[in-house]
């Protein structure tokens, strides 16, 4: 039998008034494609399981449809074209100063580290991403609305090393900082914000998944 005390339904954000009209979607962690392999039973249940509030957390829904989805969008497509094995591990970065939406404390940091096998090369290859929407956050319930409409902005999307990603989160990923592609790329210092490594993106085609 599941043991359900550590997710309590009470403690869920389902109810559909917290998402319409306001500016948040119920932004998948792990999306559909990605668990959806192996036998047809297995793959059945890795849909299926994909679509619990569990696997999902606010997002503004300029954030979660173009930002997100892209970086996902490339990196299955990069994983396609080598005939590579992959697996992504996804979630929020909570922090303390995150802001509350009627009663539901919103992350503006999200994760995404990508672990891939080039078949070709025999060669494992770890990457790190770290996607902000603070800068487009809605204001909170309370707070002086702006007089211009509701403007999403630009928000960062930055490849780190999983070093970084540890720290910041509190996750522990083992021997695959051994794989890191950028920790071990020669990135040009132009392209660098200080220290840590980090690598702003423009789009999803600059991230570096593979080493050279």
């Known amino acids: 039998m599941e043991d359900r005390s550590s997710h309590p339904k009470e403690a869920q954000v389902g109810r559909a008034e917290f998402y319409v009209p306001t500016e948040f979607d119920r932004g998948h962690m792990v999306r559909r494609l990605d668990p959806v392999w192996g036998t047809e039973t297995t793959a059945r249940l890795a849909n299926s399981d994909t ?6 957390c606010p997002k503004v829904h300029s954030f979660n449809d ?3 989805g892209e970086l996902e969008d490339w990196i299955l497509s990069q994983e396609r074209s080598r005939d590579g094995k992959g697996s992504v591990f996804t979630g929020p970065i909570f922090q303390e100063s995150d802001p509350v939406y009627e009663g539901v404390k919103v992350p503006v940091q999200f994760y995404k580290v990508v672990v891939v096998m080039d078949d070709a090369k025999g060669q494992l290859g770890a990457t790190a991403f770290e996607m902000d929407q603070s800068s487009v956050m809605p204001p909170q319930p309370g707070a002086p609305r702006p007089k211009a409409p509701f403007d999403p ?3 960062s999307v930055d490849q780190i090393t999983l070093s970084d990603l540890e720290e910041r989160s509190g996750l522990d990923f083992g021997k695959l900082k051994d794989f890191d592609v950028l920790a071990a790329q020669p990135v040009p210092k132009s392209l660098l914000r200080g220290a840590p490594v980090r690598l702003p993106l423009r789009t999803a085609r600059e991230a570096v998944l593979w080493t050279t």
């Open 66 to 68: 173009m930002t997100w």
């Open 153 to 155: 902005g630009r928000f």
């Open 51 to 56: 679509h619990h509030y569990t696997n999902s």
